[in-house]
């Protein structure tokens, strides 16, 4: 697996990023137009669906949840505290509920919300299978998931970047973990911000599927492939702290690269604005 894409790297990568995340790293990779893209597959037509974003971190695609469905309805789960703690600053959430919590390991009993949302989160899970069948269970007949998440970049080198930092799985991928899992009616929609020049298709997308009627819950792996509390062995931890160093300077080798490509876009309508007055 990649770098980053373990619970332990990825609960110590967000400790630090959690310290800027909200002002320089999201505005950049996730906007509010491409939140309001994704969360419409989403279907959140009601303002009372009792619903669960998973991997909710310090609340922006939250922040679009509540805007659909009444925030007492919504519960907020994310491993790392730091992030969910930030959370606390957008006043629309207020009500929510917050939990810790395991995208692959829900503490939530079958069939417990009509909408299940996960924008941003994926890349991490060292298992996104069990993951996603864990969002069918949770879900009650007729309810929706929607995933959101990115793709592999097509430049050569952003990919290698990309493959040693986090999960970018491919289209195929999405729509195969969506089938194992037991979801029907799939939608999928592909996004990206502004600046990026290339095609939707390979910066990101939205996957949503219908919990059938009749569904069984689809049961996951037996064990777990991590547990974040597990214990470390001085060679694991080692291991840990190589991980967790190499693929935190791969993450943030893309920061200064989105900042330059949103930099130019923002120049050059400028300029189109210029030539038009």
Request: glycine share 8%; hydrophobic share 45%; aromatic share 10%.
């Amino acid at each position: 697996m990649r770098l980053i894409q373990h619970k332990r790297e990825a609960y110590w990568f967000y400790r630090f990023l959690s310290l800027g995340y909200d002002r320089w790293v999201n505005p950049l990779f996730w906007t509010e137009r491409m939140r309001a893209s994704v969360l419409a597959v989403a279907r959140l037509d009601d303002r009372g669906l009792r619903t669960l974003d998973v991997g909710a971190g310090t609340g922006f695609t939250t922040e679009g949840v509540v805007e659909h469905v009444d925030a007492p309805r919504v519960t907020m789960l994310d491993q790392s505290p730091h992030q969910l703690a930030r959370s606390h600053r957008r006043p629309a959430l207020h009500a929510c509920r917050r939990i810790e919590g395991d995208a692959e390991q829900l503490p939530f009993p079958d069939g417990s919300f009509d909408r299940y949302v996960s924008a941003g989160s994926i890349e991490y899970w060292p298992d996104p299978a069990r993951a996603i069948a864990e969002a069918h269970r949770v879900l009650c007949p007729g309810g929706v998931a929607m995933v959101a998440g990115p793709l592999p970049p097509r430049n050569a080198i952003a990919r290698r970047l990309a493959d040693t930092w986090m999960l970018f799985p491919t289209e195929t991928q999405y729509r195969d973990w969506f089938a194992a899992a037991g979801f029907g009616d799939v939608e999928v929609v592909h996004v990206a911000p502004e600046w990026h020049r290339g095609g939707r298709e390979e910066y990101a997308l939205a996957i949503a599927g219908v919990k059938g009627e009749q569904a069984q819950t689809v049961q996951g792996p037996a064990e777990q492939a991590e547990r974040l509390d597990a214990p470390l062995s001085p060679a694991d931890r080692a291991r840990f702290v190589a991980r967790f160093v190499a693929g935190s300077a791969a993450g943030a080798a893309f920061v200064p690269i989105g900042a330059a490509l949103a930099a130019r876009e923002r120049l050059a309508r400028r300029r189109v604005t210029s030539r038009r007055s």
